[in-house]
T-cell receptor, first 108, second 113 residues
């Protein structure tokens, strides 16, 4: 079955600390994976996708097919990074399957 | 471009009433998606359209839910009759062919009393 798992509901770190938001997936084909972010009172928006292999707002995510993971990382967290983060997988019919989300709280 | 537009932003209704949620996708986007977000189940895809045609409605919870897309710039999600367990945030999203990034609307927060 296709599934995206985000094991942490809440991740709390101090400003300047490294951040890693975990995402594991279950998919039989070649997945296309995304990270979406929802800041307070804003709409859900794309943060990055694995095919782009880019860094957005200091965040990176590497697809590890052996571990079926797509963890989101940032070396130095900022207060403005506080938000809800969703990992998502696109299946062969272009449907997005979302994880349950992780709330990141960056404390000053 | 105002992005995906949804109305109303908030809806409070009583059990048994009909509820209609509206969505205007971004111009030129030929895919439209309806999602429901709850604390218990997270973000779930309800139905999606391509070129105004429903492609997959397997996520629609039951017959009380229906969705239409009469033209490229408008879609509705209707719940009749509504029940308290339908309380959730309903998101609409759209994307163009050739780009897998979905653009989300601000959502409609529905409360059924």
């Amino acid at each position: 079955a296709q599934r995206v798992t985000q094991p942490e509901k809440l991740l709390s770190v101090f400003k300047g600390a490294p951040v890693e938001l975990k995402c594991n997936y279950s998919y039989s084909g070649s997945p296309e994976l995304f990270w979406y972010v929802q800041y307070s009172r804003q709409r859900l928006q794309l943060l990055l996708r694995h095919i782009s292999r880019e860094s957005i707002k200091g965040f990176t995510a590497d697809l590890n097919k052996g571990e079926t993971s797509f963890h989101l990382k940032k070396p130095f967290a900022q207060e403005e990074d506080s938000a809800m983060y969703y990992c998502a997988l696109m299946d062969s019919s272009y449907k997005l399957i979302f994880g349950s989300g992780t709330r990141l709280l960056v404390r000053p | 471009d105002a992005g995906v537009i949804q109305s109303p932003r908030h809806e409070v209704t009583e059990m048994g009433q009909e509820v209609t949620l509206r969505c205007k996708p971004i111009s030129g986007h030929d895919y439209l998606f309806w999602y429901r977000q709850t604390m218990m189940r997270g973000l779930e895809l309800l139905i999606y359209f391509n070129n105004n045609v429903p492609i997959d409605d397997s996520g629609m919870p039951e017959d009380r839910f229906s969705a239409k897309m009469p033209n490229a710039s408008f879609s509705t999600l209707k719940i009749q009759p509504s029940e308290p367990r339908d309380s959730a945030v309903y998101f609409c999203a759209s994307r163009p062919t050739g780009n897998n990034e979905q653009f989300f609307g601000p959502g409609t927060r529905l409360t059924v009393l």
